[in-house]
């Protein structure tokens, strides 16, 4: 709702004449989502194994009783995880841009990747931190690429919008 209100506030001043702000002419429109993005998006959730981080949603969410959580996981068990990816890309394809997506999906199929999701979904680290599995020397020059630093830093921002688009999938399901 505060978002909504700043763009609207954005959006008089802009338009203002009085306003000295000019928006550029070549600027694509903000929230068009391109085939592209989501297919990018599609990719990543595949490789992160999406349906895993559902069943962690779901397992972490409040629920009044034990029956209405093996509820949730029954119904969505039956949810195919194309599905799930599908659902959840376009949503998540206005927070994770292109490269973020190509470069993240690259490195969780990667097979040290693998090991990576692998702990996501079955450590259990320090302070909710998950234990990641050690890396080669060949794997830890291939982290420290420019592309997959600022990748990974974008994913990792882009970690709570991840979790409340899988909540809500997950109350959409629910239903």
């Known amino acids: 709702m505060k ?9 008089l001043i802009a338009s203002s004449p009085v306003s000295l702000a000019a928006a ?3 600027a694509p429109a903000a929230g068009v989502v391109t085939v592209g993005q989501v297919k ?3 990719s990543l959730m595949e490789a992160m194994q999406m349906e895993k981080m559902m069943r962690t949603i779901t397992g972490t969410s409040r629920y009044a ?8 996981y029954a119904k969505l ?9 599908a659902r959840l890309a376009y949503p998540l394809a206005r927070t ?8 993240m999906a690259r490195f969780y199929n990667s ?6 999701v692998y702990q996501m979904y079955n450590s259990k680290g320090s302070y909710g931190e998950p234990a990641m599995p050690n ?5 830890r020059k291939d982290m420290q690429r420019p592309e997959f630093a600022k990748a990974y830093k974008a994913l990792a921002d882009a970690d709570t919008a991840i979790r409340h688009e899988g909540f809500v999938l997950l109350q959409q399901i629910a239903k």
């Open 111 to 116: 097979p040290y990747g693998k090991k990576v």
């Open 96 to 103: 994770i841009s292109v490269d973020t997506a190509n470069e």
């Open 40 to 42: 990018a998006v599609t």
């Open 24 to 26: 550029p002419a070549a």
């Open 135 to 139: 890396a080669t020397a060949a794997e």
């Open 65 to 72: 009783s034990e029956e209405q959580r093996t509820a949730a």
């Open 3 to 11: 978002l909504m209100k700043m763009l609207g506030l954005a959006v």
């Open 77 to 85: 068990d039956k949810v195919p995880k194309e599905q799930i990816y």
